[in-house]
């Protein structure tokens, strides 16, 4: 069954799962004054690795949808680029999803940087009791419907070394703005809830 359309439907998907994405990233209200940020050469350094993560998923494509191309038999099948796309298209929606609950959730107290501002609350519940960098995972489930839709295999590895790398640095610039907030009742979440890959229940 021959499927011209899938690929450009696919890429299509993907690319206003993208946009959607950016446009709630973007969006917010006007906020009070902070108190506290945490603006280093770190948190840059981390932001410019994540968002090089997109790109290398991207820009680094394989011919076709089908991972498996060229490998023969029931490898070859239409079933496996309507599979694919499929996977592709519900890890970057339900990302979308993910992201647009994790941002109500937070309500004022979302920023896009590292901030604490007046009044600040630690939040630890909601998808903050799974997570406590809950966007990261949303980020990763965006990057990962690239990944699995469009992505070459050395693509795919670029582009979740770059996301790791870049995630580990504002992870590790959050906490540290966090901790010198709210003490003892931060440490104590950080050992209960892992940074942005839930554990098994």
């Given at each position: 069954?021959?499927?011209?359309?899938?690929?450009?439907?696919?890429?299509?998907?993907?690319?206003?799962?993208?946009?959607?994405?950016?446009?709630?990233?973007?969006v917010h209200k006007p906020r009070e004054a902070t108190s506290k940020s945490r603006g280093s050469r770190a948190v840059m350094v981390g932001v410019i690795l994540q968002t090089l993560s997109y790109p290398a998923a991207w820009l680094a494509g394989r011919p076709g949808i089908n991972p498996f191309r060229g490998k023969g038999g029931a490898w070859e099948g239409a079933?496996?680029?309507?599979?694919?796309?499929?996977?592709?298209v519900l890890a970057a929606y339900a990302s979308v999803l993910f992201f647009a609950s994790?941002?109500?959730h937070l309500g004022k107290h979302w920023a896009l940087g590292a901030r604490v501002v007046e009044g600040h609350e630690l939040v630890t519940d909601g998808p903050y009791a799974r997570v406590?960098?809950?966007?990261?995972?949303?980020?990763?489930?965006?990057?990962?419907?690239?990944m699995i839709g469009v992505s070459s295999l050395a693509g795919a590895i670029a582009a979740l070394v770059a996301f790791t790398?870049?995630?580990a640095l504002r992870?590790?610039?959050?906490?540290?703005?966090?901790?010198?907030?709210?003490?003892?009742?931060?440490?104590?979440?950080?050992?209960?809830?892992p940074a942005f890959i839930p554990k098994p229940r």
């Open positions: 069954m021959n499927m011209p359309f899938l690929p450009k439907a696919l890429m299509g998907a993907l690319i206003l799962a993208n946009a959607l994405f950016i446009a709630l990233l973007m079933w496996i680029e309507i599979l694919v796309a499929l996977l592709s994790v941002k109500k406590r960098h809950p966007l990261y995972l949303a980020m990763l489930g965006l990057l990962a419907g690239a790398a870049g995630t992870v590790r610039a959050e906490d540290r703005l966090l901790a010198e907030t709210f003490g003892a009742k931060f440490e104590e979440y950080r050992k209960r809830v």
